[in-house]
């Protein structure tokens, strides 16, 4: 997780399972109530990259959900990023 913008984040992640159908990345601003960021389709790749668009200042915490092809789910650890406010 790394900061593209003045209010963009870069999610990346990598993948070694093969059994994923789908990730879903999520946002918390919290760190307790996470929400849908995007859907990412699994396409065989051992590398994803998502980006959050117009995220407000302050700690955002991330997290990616894999959707596994038996519809079980596995969540990432959850990362965080502290956007500052300048003005």
Do not use: L
Not at 2 to 23: C, L
Not at 42 to 49: E, P
């Amino acid at each position: 997780v790394h900061r593209a913008g003045k209010s963009n984040v870069e999610i990346a992640w990598t993948v070694a399972a093969s059994s994923v159908t789908q990730f879903v990345v999520e946002r918390s601003y919290d760190g307790d109530f996470f929400d849908n960021v995007t859907t990412v389709n699994f396409d065989g790749s051992s590398s994803y990259k998502s980006k959050d668009v117009g995220v407000f200042p302050g700690v955002i915490y991330y997290r990616v959900t894999a959707i596994m092809s038996d519809g079980t789910t596995e969540c990432s650890p959850v990362e965080t990023i502290r956007i500052m406010q300048h003005g």
